[in-house]
C-alpha cells in the first residue's frame, strides 16, 4: 500500500523481439482503469516475480496473443493460433507466485485463460474450427447471462452486454473456479473463485475497454467493477 491506495502489478507484452523498435508495453486502458478504481498500477515486466508478488497487493493479469497449448497438454490445432510463447513462462511463474501468497487477481481474455490453464484447465484453441463460432470483432456487443451472487451480477444484473474480440474460450474450468457468466452460446465468459480466501475475477470480454464510457444503455460503464476490485485488494493488504 502507499498513502492507502493498493499497488496492483500490471503483465505486460513480450519483450523478447530483438528489433531494437519493441518496447515492452501495456495498453492504457488497463492502467487508467485501475487507477481511476483506486490503485496504483505497477508494470510487471518479464523478470522477479516473487518479487513483484511481494511488493504489490494485487495482480491484474492482461490480454494479448495466445498461450502455448502445451501448457495444457496439446499440440496447435491450426494457423489461427497465434502465440507469444516466450511470455508464457514468465507469466505463469507471476500468476502462480500471486496464488501462493493468495493476492487477489483480476484476469482479462488472455490473462483469463491463463489462471485457468495454470489451475488445471484447459481451452478450446480455436472456436471457429471446434464450435463453429468465433467472437472475434472489436465492434461485437453481445449479451452475458450472469449468475445470481456474482460480482456482475450484483453490479450490473442478470444480462447486459459485452465486448468480445477473442477465437479461444476456456473449455475445461480450472480448480476452484465457478462460472458467473456464459455468452447466449454458452461459451464461459466469467468467473470467480469459491474460496473466499482466494479472491480471482476473470472476463473473457474486455471491461477495460467500456470503462469510462457509454457506448449504450444495454452495455455499462465497467468503472464500478475495477473501483469494486481495488476496494477487494484493500480488504485484503489491510488484514496483513
Request: net charge negative.
Amino acid at each position: 500500500m502507499f498513502q492507502n491506495k493498493p499497488l496492483i502489478a500490471l503483465s505486460c507484452t513480450s519483450n523478447h523481439d530483438p528489433l531494437p523498435s519493441r518496447i515492452i508495453s501495456n495498453p492504457m486502458a488497463y492502467s487508467n482503469a485501475i487507477a481511476a478504481g483506486g490503485g496504483i498500477p505497477v508494470y510487471a515486466p518479464e523478470c522477479l516475480p516473487t518479487d513483484y508478488a511481494e511488493m504489490c497487493d494485487g495482480l491484474l493479469l492482461t490480454g494479448g496473443m495466445d498461450i502455448d497449448p502445451t501448457w495444457f497438454g496439446e499440440e496447435v490445432l491450426n494457423k489461427s493460433v497465434e502465440l507469444d510463447a516466450l511470455r508464457d513462462p514468465y507469466e505463469f511463474e507471476l500468476c502462480k507466485a500471486f496464488l501462493a501468497r493468495k493476492k487477489p487477481i483480476l484476469a482479462i481474455c488472455r490473462g483469463f485463460q491463463l489462471v485457468n490453464i495454470a489451475l488445471g484447465g484447459d481451452l478450446y484453441q480455436d472456436l471457429l474450427a471446434q464450435m463453429g463460432y468465433v467472437h472475434q470483432n472489436e465492434g461485437i456487443r453481445h449479451p452475458l447471462y450472469t449468475e445470481e451472487g456474482s460480482v456482475l451480477h450484483r453490479l450490473f444484473g442478470p444480462v447486459f452486454r459485452v465486448n468480445s474480440t477473442h477465437h479461444q474460450a476456456v473449455r475445461k474450468l480450472g480448480r476452484g473456479l465457478k462460472v458467473t457468466g456464459r455468452s447466449v452460446e454458452g461459451i464461459i465468459e466469467s468467473f470467480e473463485s469459491e474460496n473466499p480466501e482466494q479472491l480471482i475475477w476473470g472476463t473473457q470480454f474486455h471491461p477495460e475497454r467500456l470503462t469510462g464510457v457509454q457506448w449504450d444503455d444495454r452495455t455499462p460503464d465497467f468503472a464500478p467493477y475495477f473501483a469494486a476490485f481495488v476496494d477487494k485488494v484493500k480488504e485484503w493488504a489491510a488484514r496483513k
